[in-house]
């Protein structure tokens, strides 16, 4: 059974940093298949923020320049650095694996997802 583990989330103060984590466990292989970061915010649809893939990656142009996907080999988990956070990235920040090599910021492409960790930034 696949599972995906987030944690990283806290409160923020705007303009500072975090670093969020993700590992996925019960895959055989996960490789170069892409991973990604979703985020959902009160009241709104969940959006992607991230994916990294073999051929790639591949950032919202919300968090273009503030955001950083990384990967490690090794153990396949994947990051999020995010810095210079604004009260409008505040949601519940979700990792999740698919099966393409590409990156791709649309859920349907995404077949395992992680419970999802909180992120809060105040003014």
């Known amino acids: 059974q696949v599972h995906v583990v987030e944690s990283g989330g806290g409160s923020v103060q705007a303009g500072g940093s975090l670093r969020l984590s993700c590992r996925p466990s019960?895959?055989?292989?996960?490789?170069?298949?892409?991973m990604g970061w979703f985020r959902r915010a009160p009241g709104k649809e969940r959006e992607g923020v991230a994916a990294t893939a073999k051929l790639g990656i591949l950032y919202a142009d919300s968090v273009k320049g503030r955001f950083a996907i990384s990967r490690d080999a090794a153990t396949n988990t994947v990051y999020l650095q995010m810095n210079s956070l604004k009260p409008e990235d505040t949601a519940m920040y979700y990792c999740?694996?698919?099966?393409?090599?590409?990156?791709?910021?649309?859920?349907?492409?995404?077949?395992?997802w992680g419970q999802g960790t909180q992120v809060t930034v105040s003014s």
């Open positions: 019960g895959l055989k292989y996960s490789g170069d298949f892409v």
């Open positions: 999740a694996i698919g099966g393409s090599f590409r990156p791709g910021l649309e859920s349907s492409h995404f077949s395992f």
